[in-house]
Nanobody
Framework: VQLQASGGGLVQPGGSMRLSCAAS????????MGWYRQAPGKQRELVAR???????NYADSVKGRFTISRDNAKNTVYLQMNSLEPEDTAVYYC?????????WGQGTLVTVSS
């Protein structure tokens, strides 16, 4: 599975941003897709995840602010981020799970700063 992320950049605190992740290649039987992030000096952490039947889960720190969704026709997953905070600054990585194997996109930097 190949993953191409887009979006990211600089946004002011309180602003919004949407990330996209397009999957290609051997996408049949991908069971879930999600977004992880890694801030400087910190471990990579799960932000949001959506399964192939639409079940979602979120990190506590983003609940109520971020929304993950998917467009199966486009093989694309989105992460809508609202009310962004400086603590959301990180490199965001798209992820796909297939038979227990993880695939990763290239990462996109989100910077929340005034």
């Amino acid at each position: 599975v190949q993953l191409q992320a887009s979006g990211g950049g600089l946004v002011q605190p309180g602003g919004s941003m949407r990330l996209s992740c397009a999957a290609s290649g051997s996408i049949f039987r991908v069971s879930a897709m999600g977004w992880y992030r890694q801030a400087p000096g910190k471990q990579r952490e799960l932000v949001a995840r959506i399964t192939n039947v639409g079940s979602t889960n979120y990190a506590d720190s983003v609940k109520g602010r971020f929304t993950i969704s998917r467009d199966n026709a486009k093989n694309t997953v989105y992460l809508q981020m609202n009310s962004l905070e400086p603590e959301d600054t990180a490199v965001y990585y798209c992820n796909a799970e297939k038979f227990g194997v993880q695939s990763w996109g290239q990462g996109t930097l989100v910077t929340v700063s005034s």
